[in-house]
């Protein structure tokens, strides 16, 4: 784990509004680098949308979002992906690495090495030369899932990365997760699951696109407690550091 205290990703009175709809409202947090964090809440809360967000697909309505990452991995629900895709397995995981090799040129051997490692930690070795649309639901969701890893990305964005999967693969799949947080990657989950919202060390619930609980992560040493910043002691609760000290990177 990480001995980074400086957030991964900085969210000031951040609002979406979609078609109307306001989603997000007010939100102000900090994702603490090298750590896992839970998003949870009920159904339309604003969990999928607060994770664009913080991966910088979803551009907000207004209020800050700054990064501190090189390399963002955003693994969708399943419901998101085609099951036509006329590839194999390996080769859905090897489009995780092509990210910086780009699309025609050789994968190198880390890149190779990062493809080899996420499928025997996903235990997808002997379902390789699979084609990815005969997989099971279980399956195409552990392939997603070592696509993001062999990204190689220092924050990895999870949307219910277990939700309709069996037992077992939950496990495989948290198992992968603190696998990565053990390596000083940041993870963010959108999660249902008490057995994921169990693991995190930061759990964010939201509601009707608030936040209800998000206790302040750890502060960088010597950070005050509110940044005058801000112009808001609430902002600031949940700020580590200055905006300022924060380099975006990502
Ligand atoms: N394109 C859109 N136009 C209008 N409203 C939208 C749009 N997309 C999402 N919303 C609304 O924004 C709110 C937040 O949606 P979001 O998908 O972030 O919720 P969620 O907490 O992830 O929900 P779930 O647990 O059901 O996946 C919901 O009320 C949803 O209906």
């Known amino acids: 784990m990480t001995t980074s205290h400086q957030p991964a990703a900085l969210l000031e009175r951040v609002d979406v509004v979609l078609d109307g709809h306001p989603a997000l409202v007010g939100v102000d947090l900090a994702v ?62 090897t489009v995780g690495a092509w990210g910086e090799a780009g699309l025609w040129r050789p994968v190198g051997r880390d890149r190779r090495r990062r493809v080899a490692e996420a499928l025997d930690l996903l235990g997808l070795g002997p379902l390789a030369r699979r084609p990815f649309g005969e997989l099971s639901g279980g399956e195409r969701q552990r392939t997603l899932l070592a696509q993001g890893l062999a990204r190689g990305a220092d924050l990895l964005l999870l949307d219910e990365p277990t939700t309709g999967l069996d037992a077992a693969t939950s496990e495989r799949i948290r198992d992968a997760v603190v696998a990565q947080v053990a390596r000083g990657i940041t993870v963010v989950g959108v999660s249902h699951d008490p057995a994921v919202v169990a693991l995190a060390d930061h759990r964010v619930e939201l509601s009707e696109g608030r936040l209800v609980d998000a206790p302040t992560p750890p502060a960088r040493q010597g950070a005050p407690a509110d940044d005058p910043s801000t112009g808001s002691t609430d902002a600031g609760r949940h700020n580590v550091g200055r905006p300022a000290e924060i380099s975006r990177t990502g």
Do not use: M, Y
Request: glycine share 10%; hydrophobic share 40%.
């Open 32 to 93: 603490p680098a090298g750590r896992l964090t839970v998003l949870t809440g009920p159904n339309g809360a604003g969990k999928s949308t607060l994770l664009e967000v913080i991966a910088g697909t979803r551009p907000v309505t207004a209020g800050r979002v700054r990064r501190d990452v090189d390399r963002v991995a955003f693994v969708p629900q399943r419901a998101a992906t085609s099951d036509r895709l006329p590839v194999t397995v390996r080769e859905v995981v």
